[in-house]
């Protein structure tokens, strides 16, 4: 289950971060809402991942969740910019949560 709460909170941070950018600096009260209550929620559902699993794979895993979801996000709805490397970098992160995914060692 804990897993199951990490991917939670890992999608609230890309909530959150969205939310920020849409925010337009805090001045859309319905944006600067939706920040503060997936940010809230995101840090809710990291401390319960916490709870069974190590602290550094947890943190990295939903950093790395919200890190790649945040740039597709950029590129897909705000058209930001892609590039062989930018994709290169992400997969090497995709790579690397997948690592901890399937070698941490969780609590007892």
């Not at 997936?38 to 947890?58: D, H």
């Amino acid at each position: 289950m804990s897993w199951f709460y990490l991917i939670i909170a890992g999608l609230l941070e890309i909530g959150f971060t969205t939310c920020l950018k849409l925010s337009d600096n805090f001045t859309n009260l319905k944006w600067g809402a939706g920040f503060l209550v997936c940010a809230v929620m995101s840090f809710v559902f990291l401390n319960k991942a916490t709870v069974t699993l190590p602290m550094g794979t947890a943190y990295a895993v939903w950093t790395g969740i919200g890190a790649i979801g945040t740039v597709l996000v950029g590129i897909i709805f705000f058209k930001e910019s892609y590039s062989f490397w930018r994709i290169f970098f992400l997969t090497t992160l995709i790579i690397s949560i997948l690592g901890l995914k399937f070698f941490a060692e969780a609590k007892a």
